[in-house]
């Protein structure tokens, strides 16, 4: 240890020129209630597959959120 303060890179640093063509914020349920919304989506997604899933298979998976 030299006691000098530890030097953090900036975003330049780790970047360099480099730009994202575009950014996701995943906002669900913080700025606005999108359970049900998406409760809906992912029905009909499943149910395009001949895939049951309404609110007994969400129950199901404990990761899948709450059922609207």
């Known amino acids: 240890m030299t006691g000098q303060p530890a030097t953090v890179p ?3 640093d780790v970047f360099g020129s480099w730009t994202p063509d575009g950014v996701v914020f995943d906002c669900h349920g913080l700025l606005v209630e999108t359970e049900p919304g998406w409760s809906v989506a992912e029905a009909e997604l499943f ?6 899933f309404g609110v007994e298979e969400k129950r199901r998976r404990p990761c899948a959120g709450r059922p609207s």
Request: cysteine-free.
């Open 47 to 52: 149910a395009r597959r001949g895939l049951p």
């Open 10 to 12: 900036t975003a330049a």
